[in-house]
């Protein structure tokens, strides 16, 4: 069934518009009365289509539900800019993994140093990105993707969750369950091609980051942060 996400709902009516709105009428040819799901909140509802049209269609509530396919855990994944399109590809991937945020960081071996204002052209991408990959995964929230911000912001931000955890190839415990026991939400530290620097393992370190080690292969960088999330979404139960 078409899934489709929706700020614009109630427990009666939900409404969706721009170019969700086009695509339900002219490429699915959606009719009166098909059903549709739509996704507000981590909520999903069995909808109606009561109108529509290019601007707007209008549906009513049959059924909610919470979304099955979130995770218990929060999980916010900073991503250290990688060269190329890796990251529309660490974006998706994570979403369909069960991330619930993806924040850009710009760390000292990123080769790729784009400054806020050209990232926010690409950025909207990501955040496209994210949709599709949240429509595809079954989700019931689409993740953020945010601005880019430095390692030095990165590092102040990870006392808002409750644990925190940076892959460090030089060394680092085992991920394992007694790190994000009972913990709600998790920050994931991931670098680019060369990883990070001691310097900012430090300042992560200060932060209260905890180094982990993901094994004796080295991990391309859009390799770690899917093989991490995997292992914390099957750590917590959501895999």
């Not at 590809?89 to 710009?106: H, R, S, T, Y």
């Not at 085992?174 to 001691?198: N, Y």
Request: hydrophobic share 40%; net charge negative; charged share 25%.
């Amino acid at each position: 069934m078409p899934r489709f996400f929706t700020d614009d709902i109630n427990e009666n009516t939900a409404r969706i518009s721009g170019d969700d709105a086009v695509h339900i009428g002219r490429s699915l040819r959606m009719r009166l009365g098909d059903e549709i799901t739509l996704c507000s909140g981590g909520m999903e509802y069995l909808c109606k289509i009561r109108s529509i049209s290019d601007i707007e269609v209008l549906c009513d509530v049959i059924s909610s539900q919470k979304t099955k396919a979130e995770p218990s855990i929060q999980l916010t994944l900073f991503q250290a800019v990688p060269k190329q399109d890796k990251l529309e590809f660490i974006v998706q991937k994570a979403v369909e993994l069960g991330v619930c945020k993806i924040v850009p960081v710009l760390t000292e071996r990123c080769i790729s140093r784009p400054d806020g204002k050209s990232f926010e052209k690409k950025r909207a991408r990501l955040q496209k990105i994210a949709e599709g990959a949240a429509k595809q995964s079954g989700r019931g929230i689409i993740p953020q993707v945010t601005d880019i911000i430095s390692i030095e912001e990165a590092a102040a931000s990870l006392n808002r969750c409750d644990v925190a955890l940076i892959c460090y190839e030089k060394g680092g415990e085992r991920l394992c369950g007694d790190m994000i026991a009972d913990k709600k939400s998790v920050a994931l530290m991931i670098g680019c091609e060369g990883g990070f620097s001691e310097s900012e393992v430090k300042l992560c370190e200060e932060n209260g980051a905890l180094p982990i080690w993901l094994g004796e292969r080295i991990l391309r960088c859009e390799t770690a942060p899917l093989a991490a999330v995997s292992i914390i979404m099957h750590l917590t139960g959501n895999m």
